[in-house]
């Protein structure tokens, strides 16, 4: 047990930032988001501005992969808000239709007026129609990153992935898209999968069965997967939601946190646990399960076999399930570097 324990704690190690800090780079990351069919991608997000600005990750890109207008609009008001409207976004085409989950609380919060009628939250762009292809822009900014360096996280459909798998030569790479992965790409962490009930088809993986089957089979380097089972037990709080943001008089999050159900709700962290193992991946937070493979079955079922294979997924005992939430809510309440006094 002793050895099969520590196995755990260096493969977790091995995964995360925590081989950086050896070396003293910081990691850099791109986000794939199905930003507005679930308020998780938006904590999600805000955890990584927090990483950003505590010198813990280069936040490169983000790519969104859902069909429609209103994720890059309001992934605009959130770079805005927070002070990173530089971090560039790209668009998918032909994706997964999912625009009117994005009703729920994205066109909410982008439709919101001040008293004198303007918008409540301001854009850096006047317009999002130039915003490159998710792909294109995944080609861009992995040609240009030290090789080995990039860890993606992703927390929606895996058509992004899939599709720069499958990605030609192009200006900015005279590699394959799995040759760029593999030279580029550390490790990529996606929230997605069930491995506690097989008969339960996660989300993510149903809305696009053949691109997760393609990334589980295909990706060339390690994935880690935070499964349906791990977010269902750690909820954020609404109580924080109302009580832990009365510095700011608008904030984009919370707006949209009080738009997506009903409040007062906590919701589960599926996205937030991704972001947190792929900058502090630890065995107080997580226990990672033995290297093997993940299989997608033409019904949208993971089946994770161990042996031969660099694929793991995540789960929490109920100290550990504790102390992601504690630390969660530590960086979601801490106040953005632009506001700081």
């Excluded at 910081?26 to 990483?51: E, H, Q, R, S």
């Amino acid at each position: 047990m002793k050895q099969i324990l520590f196995g755990v704690v260096l493969l977790c190690a091995a995964w995360s930032c925590a081989e950086n800090v050896a070396d003293s780079s910081v990691p850099a990351v791109i986000f794939d988001t199905d930003m507005g069919n679930d308020i998780d991608d938006v904590l999600a997000l805000d955890m990584l501005y927090k990483y950003e600005e505590a010198g813990m990750i280069d936040l490169l890109a983000i790519a969104v992969n859902k069909e429609g207008p209103a994720a890059p609009e309001f992934l605009d008001v959130m770079g805005t808000w927070y002070g990173h409207a530089d971090i560039p976004v790209g668009m998918i085409s032909d994706g997964a239709d999912c625009g009117n989950d994005s009703t729920s609380y994205t066109r909410k919060v982008l439709d919101l007026k001040d008293d004198d009628g303007a918008p409540l939250f301001a854009r850096t762009r006047s317009g999002y129609g130039d915003c490159p292809e998710s792909v294109d822009l995944y080609r861009k900014v992995l040609s240009e990153a030290e090789d080995g360096s990039v860890t993606v996280v992703s927390v929606g459909f895996s058509t992004n992935l899939a599709r720069l798998l499958d990605s030609r030569p192009d200006e900015y790479s005279s590699l394959s898209g799995k040759e760029l992965v593999s030279r580029k790409v550390k490790v990529l962490y996606t929230m997605a999968g069930n491995f506690a009930d097989t008969t339960h088809h996660e989300y993510n993986v149903v809305t696009d069965i053949p691109a997760a089957g393609k990334v589980f089979s295909e990706w060339p380097t390690p994935v880690v997967t935070s499964p349906f089972e791990l977010g269902l037990q750690v909820k954020y709080p609404a109580s924080s939601i109302e009580n832990d943001f009365t510095w700011a008089a608008h904030h984009p999050m919370v707006e949209a946190y009080k738009a997506y159900l009903q409040m007062p709700y906590d919701r589960e962290t599926w996205d937030l646990t991704t972001v947190l193992a792929a900058v502090e991946c630890g065995p107080e937070y997580f226990t990672v399960s033995p290297e093997g493979t993940i299989t997608v079955t033409a019904s949208g079922a993971t089946v994770f076999e161990a042996g031969k294979g660099n694929r793991a997924y995540l789960s929490v005992t109920p100290q550990q399930a504790e102390n992601v939430r504690e630390r969660i809510i530590s960086l979601v309440t801490s106040v953005p570097e632009k506001y700081r006094h």
